[in-house]
């Protein structure tokens, strides 16, 4: 935690607050507009996130508020549940609400590991895509085509480049002047790029409007609070679906944001209280009619960069929110929609940089994890992509797991260190002995193969007297590991051969203790290290130690 004043802190969160509110309202207007909700919707959402977490949060920089992602998840699950019609605040307001109670539920059951579903590959593969998705959605928006309907890349390409004659010429000079002022700000430090070209954009409304630049328009504050219309007999599986993969991206994306400035500046991290914060305010946003909410990277760093020292930056920002609101109001619904449309494209264009897989790239990992994840959102589309990528990592996963991988160890020369073979040719194992080690944790998926692999090995050895099983790799075993390793024990004990096992974690000793198989007594249990069980088999067979 800081060590400055409190006055000074205080002083910097006030500042900080104030800073950042003039960044956030506009996105969240600009957020609503991605998901097909009216402006409104992203304001509440806003101010609902900006009070839960400033108030019952744990990181001292996180901003809650909407994202461009969840967004976009949200208006493919509206689309895909209420269609084109009328009732599609409804559907997003029940998503917004279910959404809310699962995090309720993975909070309550301590699930704050969840997030770790989502491969890092797959969740900067998934952004990257849905950076492009989200651009390309814009782009009416920037330059006065009609509006897109739908994620699928290619058949967004083609509809642009099919209406590509009804491009609006003011309003793609509007979006392009606005857009070229956002990157120039950022070669200048604290300058708001974002509120600068509002600015910009208000003063000069009334002449855009006159040549048929299309501004926000009506925003109504009024928020009906109340429970939302709950889904029809058939659409409950696709809703807590949806609602579900609302919950994986803003728990992956938030987790992300408060853990990577948590280590940055040496912070605890609770992650199953902040679950319980986000279901609280994902709930109440529902409730309200608002949009999803999460702590995203770009709000988040933003504040920290404005010099926030504690979460009161959020709560001033709330208020400032709330005092913009109340006061410029008129002055919000002037805002020319290309200006908005550019200042998510601004946003999301950090999401484009190909710097972000040269890691894989180099480090000779997770390529193909990467690449899947962007060529499902652009191919399959926001939901059905970000389930592919994810049920594609989990499987590779579990190919991994279960693959039957199995090293022959011996003792490196005047040394009590045992090493793989294979990758250290003069690595010798000690007479009569065979030691063994499984690469990869035993569980009902590798277990019988991985035996079978450990009966090869003895089988081609005819001098074995004494196996030596290494079992480091897995803190426990499940029902068929156990009778698995049971039969290998027969077997072995059937051919006249002994077996130790070692380096065992203790809740996995007291469960072969328990389980009581062939040769495997306490004493053979005992072995804390690979020397110790080479040692205890030498003592209790001098004649195969001096084979």
Known sequence: MSSEAPSSVRVADALAGLGIAGLLLPEAVAYSGIAGMPPQAGVVALFIGLICYGLLGTSRFAIVSSTSSSAAVLAAGTLLLAGGGVNRIAVAAMLVLLGGICFLLAGVARLGGLSHLIARPVLRGYTFGLAIVIALKQLPHLGGWPDLHGDFVPLLVTDLVRTSGQIHGVTLATGVVALLLLYACERVRRLPGSLLVIALGVAASAWLATHGVPLTGTISLQMNIGMPAWPASGQWLPSVELAGALLLILYAESYSSIRGFALKHNDAVQPNRDLLVLGVANVLSGLCQGMPVGAGYSATSANEAAGARSRLAGLVAAITVLLMVWLLLRWIERIPLPVLAAIVIHAVSKSWRLSVFRPYLQWKRDRLLALAAVVAVLSLGILNGLLLAIGFSLILLLRQL??????????????????????????????????????????????????????????????????????????????????????????????????????????????????????????????????????????????????
Do not use: Y
Not at 430 to 457: D, H, K
Not at 513 to 533: G, I, K, T, Y
């Open 402 to 547: 279960a693959s039957a991988r199995v090293s022959v160890l011996g003792r490196l020369a005047n040394s009590h260190d045992f090493v793989d073979i294979a990758q250290h040719p003069n690595a010798t194992p000690p007479p009569g002995m065979l030691i063994l080690r499984p690469e990869e944790p035993l569980f009902f998926a590798n277990a019988e193969s991985v035996m079978a692999l450990a009966r090869t090995q003895v089988q081609q050895r005819s001098d074995v007297k004494q196996v030596i099983l290494s079992l480091e790799a897995s803190p426990d075993l499940d029902s068929t590991a156990l009778e698995s390793l049971g039969d290998f024990s027969g077997w072995l004990q059937a051919c006249g051969v002994g077996l130790r096992v070692a380096r065992l974690k203790d809740e996995t000793r007291a469960l072969l203790q328990r389980a009581a198989l062939p040769q495997l007594s306490s004493q053979a249990l005992d072995s804390w290290s690979v020397e110790d069980a080479v040692s205890a088999s030498m003592a209790a067979s001098p004649v195969t130690g001096n084979q």
